[in-house]
């Protein structure tokens, strides 16, 4: 990732509860879920996109733009999930989660999951394994997706413009 700090660019705020005491709630193995509140898994996800826009290499640009997607899926997963007791012999990705907990976002899931491994390989500085138009393109998909989890969740976010003191 880049050693650039991203400043928050947003103000996001919400009272989001886990589905934790909810029987209909999808069951997801407990240490599959994220320990951060879906707020705070929103908020990384903000400043991971930050970073990502910050960020001139095109395989860290497309790794970071990934990673804040992930953040916001595991937001959804927060926020929707009640855990329950499981065996850890079987890896789920956070993809596969998602589409249990949140069927409506199935092709947001299976986008992301289809780049997971070129974000393998981008992280790994497997060079030119992202071109500037992929790098480009997952950004603005990231963007969407964290928008679209922060309406599913009810979660307001508002930019602030930059040289304005709030």
């Not at 929707?80 to 596969?96: G, I, Q």
């Not at 790098?135 to 009810?154: C, M, P, S, T, Y």
Request: glycine fraction near 4%; aromatic fraction near 4%.
């Amino acid at each position: 990732m880049s050693s650039i700090k991203a400043p928050v660019t947003a103000t996001v705020t919400a009272t989001v509860s886990t589905a934790t005491g909810d029987p209909s709630a999808p069951a997801v193995p407990a240490h599959m879920l994220p320990h951060r509140t879906p707020v705070e898994l929103l908020l990384l996800a903000r400043r991971g996109l930050a970073e990502a826009a910050l960020t001139r290499p095109d395989g860290l640009r497309y790794a970071a733009a990934h990673l804040a997607a992930l953040r916001a899926a595991a937001a959804m997963l927060s926020a929707r999930a009640r855990p329950v007791p499981a065996r850890r012999n079987r890896v789920t990705s956070v993809w596969e989660l998602l589409v249990r907990v949140a069927p409506e976002l199935g092709e947001w899931a299976t986008f992301f999951a289809l780049g997971a491994a070129k974000r393998a390989a981008a992280e790994a500085g497997i060079p030119r394994v992202v071109t500037t138009r992929e790098a480009d393109d997952l950004l603005r998909a990231a963007e969407q997706f964290v928008a679209v989890i922060e309406v599913a969740l009810g979660v307001a976010h508002q930019p602030t413009l930059d040289g304005v003191a709030a």
